[in-house]
């Protein structure tokens, strides 16, 4: 038997399992005195809380009036994703952490969508401030989306599938033009 898949396999259930439990893990601060913990606070310029909040939509809450039209997209983009994987080359070492990190991640979402009423569990909230301002405050992203390890998986897989795409683009495109050296010297 070969385990052509067994990195994305690895890392897919991985994924899914520390985002199931940090979720868990989350759900102490629902219905506690305590509804968020402060992870620390760095001078006004970077904070991060553990905030526990719902969301029946994709990013941003979009989506939010149609969580059973998300929960089947998620199913097909797994599907998809293991049907077409020959074309995705996930035989390629590099691309079998990027689609198990992806497919990990839409299954962590698509847990909660099934197990926990339809709603996704976020609760990694931070804020960061990152251009000083006249006033001597600092302006940035005080509230930017709260998430979850699964988002950040899907995330990251994105960006690492961007970047070896426009690599593999790169180098093809350096071989072409090798090629017509090539035969303009023959």
Not at 94 to 99: A, E, G, N
Not at 157 to 178: H, I, K, M, P, T
């Given at each position: 038997?070969?385990?052509?898949?067994?990195?994305?396999?690895?890392?897919?259930?991985?994924?899914?399992?520390?985002?199931?439990?940090?979720?868990?893990?989350?759900?102490?601060?629902?219905?506690?005195?305590?509804?968020?913990?402060?992870?620390?606070?760095?001078?006004?310029?970077?904070?991060?809380?553990?905030?526990?909040?719902?969301?029946?939509?994709?990013?941003?809450?979009?989506?939010?009036?149609?969580?059973?039209?998300?929960?089947?997209?998620?199913?097909?983009?797994?599907?998809?994703?293991?049907?077409?994987?020959?074309?995705?080359?996930?035989?390629?070492?590099?691309?079998?952490?990027?689609?198990?990190?992806?497919?990990?991640?839409?299954?962590?979402?698509?847990?909660?969508?099934l197990f926990r009423g339809g709603e996704v569990v976020d609760f990694i909230d931070f804020e960061f401030y990152f251009i000083?301002?006249?006033?001597?405050?600092w302006a940035g992203l005080r509230n930017f989306p709260i998430f979850n390890v699964a988002d950040s998986a899907i995330f990251?897989?994105?960006?690492?599938?961007?970047?070896?795409?426009?690599?593999?683009?790169?180098?093809?495109?350096?071989?072409?033009?090798?090629?017509?050296?090539?035969?303009?010297?023959?």
């Amino acid at each position: 038997m070969q385990l052509t898949y067994v990195r994305f396999w690895c890392l897919g259930l991985a994924v899914l399992v520390v985002d199931q439990i940090t979720k868990s893990w989350a759900g102490r601060f629902r219905d506690g005195a305590q509804k968020y913990m402060e992870v620390f606070d760095w001078d006004g310029f970077l904070s991060l809380n553990f905030t526990y909040v719902t969301n029946p939509g994709a990013s941003f809450s979009m989506f939010s009036d149609y969580p059973e039209i998300l929960t089947c997209l998620a199913v097909v983009a797994l599907l998809s994703i293991w049907f077409f994987r020959q074309a995705l080359e996930m035989d390629r070492l590099p691309l079998q952490f990027v689609f198990g990190g992806i497919c990990g991640g839409i299954a962590g979402n698509l847990t909660d969508r099934l197990f926990r009423g339809g709603e996704v569990v976020d609760f990694i909230d931070f804020e960061f401030y990152f251009i000083p301002a006249y006033n001597g405050f600092w302006a940035g992203l005080r509230n930017f989306p709260i998430f979850n390890v699964a988002d950040s998986a899907i995330f990251v897989g994105v960006v690492f599938y961007l970047y070896f795409g426009f690599q593999d683009a790169r180098r093809n495109q350096a071989e072409v033009a090798s090629n017509e050296a090539s035969a303009e010297e023959v």
